[in-house]
């Protein structure tokens, strides 16, 4: 079992995505907490630089970029509805910005 510890702004993030995709978040963070490092396509994928992705979809993206900490914690660090297929560079800066911070 892995303890998931979220960022303030990504817990706002988070609240602020749409019903459906919220909901569907929810509960692949509650699979992450089960699962960890063991979760792999489609569901989460290495971004690089220690960052990974949570994938939700249906007619639009929502990810969530995190990263694992020491032991067997993980930060969740930046959520988000994605327009494009790759994902935002800015986005990747405030993931890293907030790891920083939790650090």
Do not use: C, W
């Not at 702004?9 to 995709?21: G, K, Q, V």
Request: glycine share 6%; hydrophobic share 40%; charged share 30%.
């Amino acid at each position: 079992m892995f303890n998931v510890i979220t960022h303030p702004a990504a817990l706002n993030e988070l609240i602020e995505l749409p019903d459906n995709l919220r909901g569907r978040m929810a509960r692949l963070i509650e699979r992450l907490e089960q699962e960890g490092n063991k979760m792999k396509m489609p569901h989460s994928r290495v971004i690089g630089g220690g960052l990974f992705e949570l994938r939700v979809g249906d007619k639009n993206i929502a990810r969530t970029l995190y990263a694992y900490a020491t032991g067997n914690e993980i930060y969740l660090l930046h959520a988000f509805v994605k327009k494009t297929q790759k994902t935002p560079t800015k986005a990747i800066e405030i993931a890293r910005m907030r790891l920083k911070e939790m650090k």
